[in-house]
């Protein structure tokens, strides 16, 4: 019986061959660097985190987390976990639910290459969109609770806490499109794919009108967050490995595009009765959001959805070249590979609903 997503991600298990780490050397780390740590340490890798092979830290009074850059060769400006760390640090001062930061490691000689520490939240993750194990009275809660999340996020003042520096504000979509148009065309073991092709050349054509900058996360789905043990309320903000200074819609779109995602693929609702299991409808979704960010609607949104679609199938293409060339982190990471031009696909069919 094939494991189910949830089943494949969550939980721990021995550090999988070459992702091993120098206890002594990380003890020696945590003690310069981690205030209140006190040994003796164990390690294990948790089975998520396909990008940045992710550790559960225990030590007799107090479990972290570490996120590494994964070992081998990377492409240029790939897994930035020192980026992780900075916002992180910066939105917390903010009072935006993340881990607090306790340090990022730039010494290859520690444990291979760049690390970062942070505390571990303890909650409850959903990896289903359809939230199975919320009651149907309290499901529309905890959606809730997600927009939430996402205009707060779009609401801190990144200039603030000290994130101005963060990105570039402005021109976020042409930025973007560029960005995983040349990863997409770099990584030749990987191939190239029609539909990819077609939206290379459409999307910066195509741009809508008009220009916003926040804080992005880039990858917010249900299961990038913590959840409160019982309550309907976002604990953590997992994940930035993506994030940067740019268009809140974009941002916004991805999360929403969970209304259009398989769930097979990553956690979406397409197929779902959303009446049924007391979910509110992407229309409604969207006017939430709105609402608590101060918009009348959101136009162009066929666009924004191609665009994501298509960014997503970027970074699918991505873990398709890491598992080509055995770099891949996460035991899954084939499956995704394989899910890639399904994701070509989809991007290609919100492209042809905006003409």
């Not at 009072?95 to 942070?118: A, E, L, Q, S």
């Amino acid at each position: 019986m094939a494991e189910t997503i949830a089943e494949a991600n969550t939980g721990t298990t021995p550090v999988r061959e070459g992702y091993e780490v120098d206890l002594g050397r990380l003890t020696a780390w945590m003690e310069a660097n981690v205030e209140g740590f006190a040994g003796p340490l164990t390690i294990e890798q948790f089975k998520g985190g396909q990008s940045n092979p992710t550790y559960k830290l225990t030590t007799p009074g107090a479990k972290y987390v570490l996120r590494r850059k994964p070992p081998g060769e990377l492409l240029k400006g790939a897994h930035a976990v020192e980026r992780e760390a900075k916002v992180m640090t910066g939105l917390g001062k903010a009072g935006f639910p993340v881990p607090k930061v306790y340090g990022i490691c730039t010494d290859d000689d520690v444990i291979g290459t760049w690390f970062f520490v942070m505390d571990m939240v303890e909650g409850r993750i959903f990896w289903d969109a359809t939230f199975p194990e919320v009651s149907r009275e309290e499901r529309p809660a905890y959606f809730d609770a997600m927009n939430k999340v996402m205009a707060d996020l779009h609401k801190v003042d990144y200039e603030a806490v000290g994130l101005g520096d963060y990105g570039k504000p402005g021109n976020y979509f042409a930025r973007q499109i560029g960005r995983w148009s040349k990863q997409y065309l770099a990584d030749e073991e990987a191939g190239r794919y029609e539909d990819m092709d077609r939206l290379v050349a459409w999307l910066p054509e195509n741009i809508p009108a008009g220009d916003e900058t926040t804080v992005v996360h880039g990858d917010m789905r249900c299961d990038n967050m913590i959840f409160h043990p019982t309550e309907p309320r976002v604990l953590a903000v997992l994940d930035w490995e993506l994030s940067t200074l740019g268009h809140p819609l974009a941002d916004f779109a991805y999360h929403a595009m969970m209304y259009h995602m398989p769930p097979d693929i990553v956690a979406g609702l397409e197929g779902a009765d959303l009446r049924a299991l007391n979910i509110p409808s992407e229309d409604e979704y969207v006017a939430a959001y709105c609402e608590r960010m101060g918009r009348e609607s959101i136009p162009n949104w066929n666009f924004y959805i191609a665009f994501q679609f298509f960014r997503l199938a970027a970074i699918f293409h991505g873990i398709k070249g890491r598992v080509i060339r055995g770099t891949a982190a996460n035991a899954q990471a084939r499956e995704r590979a394989e899910a890639f031009p399904r994701l070509a696909r989809l991007a290609a069919e919100a492209m042809e609903r905006c003409s």
